[in-house]
Nanobody, 116 residues
Framework: QLQLVESGGGLVQPGGSLRLSCAASGFTLDYYAIGWFRQAPGKEREGVSCISGSGRYTNYADSVKGRFTISRDYAKDTVYLQMNSLKPEDTAVYYC?????????WGQGTQVTVSS
């Protein structure tokens, strides 16, 4: 079965850090653009960050610029989202998405909770 698997979520205090991982099952992430999205309770899913298939281009939502960093490790076939200086408003389920032409895949999501 072709799917994405996210990991690394959890409970962290404000100001803390987490690193999310996105790996593929049944296919490789080569040449796929990867995006991280999040959805908080009662809110629509929003884009957080994305990285091109080559890894040369990245983009971030204004709300996370300077705090989050997206990267990809081709040897491990994994995409990461390093999240620093976390705030309570970052609390959400985080999803990764792989997109290449007409092919798109979503993971099941990983919960991130920022609370003291």
């Amino acid at each position: 079965q072709l799917q994405l698997v996210e990991s690394g979520g959890g409970l962290v205090q404000p100001g803390g850090s987490l690193r999310l991982s996105c790996a593929a099952s049944g296919f490789t992430l080569d040449y796929y653009a990867i995006g991280w999205f999040r959805q908080a309770p009662g809110k629509e899913r929003e884009g957080v960050s994305c990285i091109s298939g080559s890894g040369r281009y990245t983009n971030y939502a204004d709300s996370v610029k300077g705090r989050f960093t997206i990267s990809r490790d081709y040897a491990k076939d994994t995409v990461y989202l390093q999240m620093n200086s976390l705030k309570p408003e970052d609390t959400a389920v985080y999803y990764c998405n792989a997109n290449r032409g007409s092919r798109t895949y979503w993971g099941q999501g990983t919960q991130v909770t920022v609370s003291s």
